[in-house]
Nanobody, 126 residues
């Protein structure tokens, strides 16, 4: 059984930083993309960032480029999202997501994602 367990959410002031972690277990496929979607109140779930296991390439939504950095520790099967210069509009539930392709993240096709974590809330106050 695939499990994705997020941690690291919380309340931070605008301009601050947070680091999210996602520990993944139970999957056996070699090629996959793992990353983050987020959903703000009243808005659609959107792809934020992902990293490809096969080539290590990364994807970032335009709204977070230059502020967020995704990385992974393959030995620990853990992916991290370093979030800097946070803005109130970054407030959302952040979901760790695992799929065999990067396309759900790139095209915001959250319905196509294979596996989800339960989510962690990030609140950025102004």
């Amino acid at each position: 059984e695939v499990q994705l367990v997020e941690s690291g959410g919380g309340l931070v002031q605008a301009g601050g930083s947070l680091r999210l972690s996602c520990a993944a277990s139970g999957f056996t496929f070699d090629d996959y993309a793992i990353g983050w979607f987020r959903q703000a109140p009243g808005k659609e779930r959107e792809g934020v960032s992902c990293i490809s296991s096969s080539v290590g390439s990364t994807y970032y939504a335009d709204s977070v480029k230059g502020r967020f950095t995704i990385s992974s520790d393959n030995a620990k099967n853990t992916v991290y999202l370093e979030m800097n210069s946070l803005k109130p509009e970054d407030t959302a539930v952040y979901y760790c997501s695992l799929d065999q392709s990067i396309f759900p993240f790139v095209y915001n096709d959250w319905t196509g994602v294979d596996y989800w974590g339960k989510g962690t809330l990030v609140t950025v106050s102004s």
